[in-house]
């Protein structure tokens, strides 16, 4: 089952543990359960500190529990955790011992003291990489709260229970029968969720904050690299962010950011946020901007940032950072099918439509890659663009072209989404030459049209928005306010990219400090 390089990683690993542990497994007379039974065979032979036993009575078979010797199991694995979930498996191994995790001391002492009780499910695939972070967040909440448990589900373990609760999209997350959340979640954000009093708290906290020199609204990578050039610097600097990492943490595979040859999002983000923790930034995570008022036009006064939650902040300069999100279809059946056939992320998705037909709508880079991961899972794929040609790169169109199981469609305005009251069933699009109507019957549909400014705040402020919703900057990345600056995909600085939304984040934070030093502040 396990390669012996992981093998010896993983024995190192377990040398950490601080007590004994059980791994107790659950099993019928599947592929998968023999499996699942070599793989824990293996991971007991790698510690003493470590029992197997195959008495578990668990409903959900085949499955492996995690418990301390004496404890009832909290911690379940219905299927095997390995790819992205190889992680959580480790760190459950050691935490459930009481290894203690690397969070914060607030955090933590806000998970014991939730009082949890309930069962929370957490439906995967392994191929998805926003996964790991929710699985690991309910693992360990699940360790803090006697009275809770959480179980990692593989949908391709547990395909009938994947059909029967109707999962087109992962993570999915239920707590006993009902729907408690979807997508990539933060530890902060679920316990954020979890805890019914934290909104309140988080506006006292903010709001006995003292004024800043710069403050960044948004976690991207503009807003991250505003806020190291800010607080290089020595002055006061904050970050306020509806969720640290933006939207890179949405993105799989990163290769053309100068220096780094290749990585993913997820991993790019931590390396952002772990970069600005080296500085002396108050972040203000799990946060969101509703208003914001501009300096004095002739004396230099204090910009004011309200938040959703309440509270107000101060600072002599603003830098707006809050990047962009998928753009949608904006047609009827879109929301109402959204997770249920609708999906925007073919990685994390693209395992549950396995075997079925798919559509992608969008013919850039994005649209083609996804039509070309996605024909290696699914029966087939129809790639439907607005254009007459496609404009993705050329090496990927020829890729596009090679494989037998795709479909281009071209010139096309997608109409319609149907389905059948519970999960998507066929698409309809116009013909734009033609105006005729045609329909798709399907599965799934990946969306993939490129992407909208989170500007939504500033519709009626006095800070100047293009046409499109995004924020107008000259050179210098000032806006029409004074005070205020803007940095990254949210503004009209053309391409969207990483590597260009950091340097503009950098250029926005030497702009603010020189502003301020002519200010006379």
């Not at 824990?40 to 032979?45: K, N, Q, R, S, W």
């Not at 085949?62 to 004496?70: E, L, T, W």
């Not at 005729?436 to 490129?450: D, K, M, N, R």
Request: hydrophobic letters at 40%; charged letters at 25%.
């Amino acid at each position: 089952m396990l390669e012996q390089n992981i093998k010896a990683q993983l024995k190192t690993y377990l040398e950490r543990l601080e007590s004994p542990i059980e791994i107790i497994a659950s099993l019928d007379e599947s592929n998968n359960a023999t499996k699942i039974k070599e793989l824990v065979t293996e991971i007991a032979e790698l510690s003493d500190q470590v029992t197997a036993r195959f008495d578990g009575t668990h409903t959900r078979r085949p499955s492996f529990a995690i418990a301390k010797v004496g404890e009832q199991p909290r911690v379940h694995f219905a299927g095997l955790p390995m790819g992205h979930e190889f992680t959580s498996l480790i760190l459950a191994l050691l935490q459930v011992s009481g290894y203690a995790p690397k969070v914060s001391d607030e955090v933590l002492n806000q998970i014991k003291g939730l009082n949890l009780s309930g069962d929370f499910d957490v439906f995967v695939s392994l191929s998805c990489h926003n996964c790991p972070d929710v699985v690991q967040a309910l693992n360990l909440i699940a360790i803090y709260n006697p009275n809770a448990t959480a179980t990692m589900i593989d949908g391709a373990f547990f395909q009938d229970e994947v059909e029967q609760r109707k999962i087109m999209a992962v993570p999915m997350v239920f707590k006993g029968e009902e729907q408690f959340g979807q997508g990539r979640m933060t530890l902060e954000e679920i316990v954020a969720k979890l805890d019914t009093d934290s909104a309140s708290k988080d506006a006292e906290k903010i709001n006995a904050k003292e004024a800043f020199d710069v403050l960044v609204i948004g976690g991207g990578p503009a807003g991250a690299t505003a806020a190291i050039y800010a607080a290089r610097k020595g002055i006061a600097t904050g970050i306020v962010s509806e969720r640290f990492g933006g939207q890179v943490m949405d993105t799989m595979d990163i290769e053309n950011f100068t220096s780094v040859q290749k990585t993913q999002g997820p991993k790019f983000a931590a390396d952002i946020e772990a970069h600005v923790k080296d500085y002396d930034v108050d972040i203000m995570n799990l946060q969101k901007v509703s208003k914001i008022t501009g300096a004095d036009q002739t004396t230099y006064g204090m910009v004011e940032v309200e938040l959703e939650n309440g509270a107000k902040l101060e600072s002599k300069t603003v830098i707006l950072a809050t990047g962009a999100r998928w753009r949608k279809m904006g047609v009827p059946g879109e929301n109402e099918y959204a997770t249920r056939g609708v999906a925007y992320c073919p990685h994390c998705d693209g395992p549950l439509f396995k075997g079925k037909r798919v559509a992608v709508i969008g013919g850039g880079n994005s649209g083609v890659e996804a039509a070309i991961d996605l024909a290696g899972i699914v029966e087939h794929v129809t790639l439907i663009e607005f254009d007459t040609k496609l404009r993705a790169d050329q090496v990927l169109q020829n890729k596009l072209n090679s494989l037998p199981n795709t479909e281009v469609i071209l010139n096309a305005l997608s109409t319609e989404v149907i389905g059948d009251g519970q999960q998507v069933t066929a698409l309809k699009y116009q013909d734009r030459a033609t105006d005729q109507e045609h329909t798709v019957e399907l599965a799934g549909i990946f969306v993939q049209i490129g992407l909208l400014p989170n500007t939504d705040f500033l519709k009626d402020s006095a800070v100047e928005l293009s046409p499109r919703g995004e924020i107008v900057v000259n050179d210098r990345n000032e806006t029409n306010v004074q005070g205020v600056f803007a940095a990254g995909d949210c503004t009209t600085v053309p391409y969207k990219q990483i590597i260009i939304a950091t340097g503009e984040g950098a250029k926005a934070s030497l702009s603010a400090f020189d502003y301020m030093i002519r200010s006379g502040q």
